[in-house]
T-cell receptor, first 118, second 112 residues
Framework: AQTVTQSQPEMSVQEAETVTLSCTYD???????LFWYKQPPSRQMILVIR??????QNATENRFSVNFQKAAKSFSLKISDSQLGDTAMYFC???????????????FGEGTQLTVNP | DAGVIQSPRHEVTEMGQEVTLRCKPI?????LFWYRQTMMRGLELLIY????????DSGMPEDRFSAKMPNASFSTLKIQPSEPRDSAVYFC??????????FGEGSWLTVV
């Protein structure tokens, strides 16, 4: 079974500054995906970024980037130039990569509540 | 493209009543998931389907919960009878063959 751990229940950052959210996971799988989802007060789950475990290059989406350390099973999210709209709960998630069409499920961490202060 | 569509967005019902939540996955996606989110337990996977077939329903709390997927474009999650502890946000999500999972906006259920 997979587990995902986010050790920071809450974080805050000043607008325009950079913040890093931590995530560690445990798995015996070699092929998998890692995700960060954002959940603003509206409660909608929004995909922020995706990393494929077989890729060494860290994923980047505009102001969002990850530091993926496969050997250490670490997957942190860096938000640059933080904006007020980044205030949300952020969930780290793991999904085993499947080659057949049997589908796969997400395992979520507990979440980190990020507050961006003006 | 339309995302995952859920209805109703909000529902308030009395204890003992039947509740039906509905979901339309993204066209072309063959996996569908029902998650529940509460303050106490966070995000829990209730059940997921692949090609309309239930693959894992081990997260379904008890016999009061049932889910169906009669075709590739529609699924329901039913609670009968509902109880106050069922109050939560219920998310439907879909994906294509083990790729990224996309979520609907959620159905907020309050059982009084």
């Amino acid at each position: 079974a997979q587990t995902v751990t986010q050790s920071q229940p809450e974080m805050s950052v000043q607008e325009a500054e950079t913040v890093t959210l931590s995530c560690t996971y445990d798995t015996s799988e070699n092929n998998y995906y890692l995700f960060w989802y954002k959940q603003p007060p509206s409660r909608q789950m929004i995909l922020v970024i995706r990393q494929e475990a077989y890729k060494q290059q860290n994923a980047t989406e505009n102001r969002f980037s990850v530091n993926f350390q496969k050997a250490a099973k670490s997957f942190s999210l860096k938000i640059s130039d933080s904006q007020l709209g980044d205030t949300a709960m952020y969930f780290c998630a793991f999904m085993k990569r499947v080659w057949e069409t049997s589908g796969s499920r997400l395992t979520f961490g507990e979440g980190t509540q990020l507050t961006v202060n003006p | 493209d339309a995302g995952v569509i859920q209805s109703p967005r909000h529902e308030v019902t009395e204890m003992g009543q039947e509740v039906t939540l509905r979901c339309k996955p993204i066209s072309g996606h063959n996996s569908l998931f029902w998650y529940r989110q509460t303050m106490m337990r966070g995000l829990e996977l209730l059940i997921y389907f692949n090609n309309n077939v239930p693959i894992d329903d081990s997260g379904m709390p008890e016999d009061r919960f049932s889910a169906k997927m009669p075709n590739a474009s529609f699924s329901t999650l039913k609670i009968q009878p509902s109880e106050p502890r069922d109050s939560a946000v219920y998310f439907c999500a879909s994906s294509r063959s083990g790729n990224t999972i996309y979520f609907g906006e959620g159905s907020w259920l309050t059982v009084v």
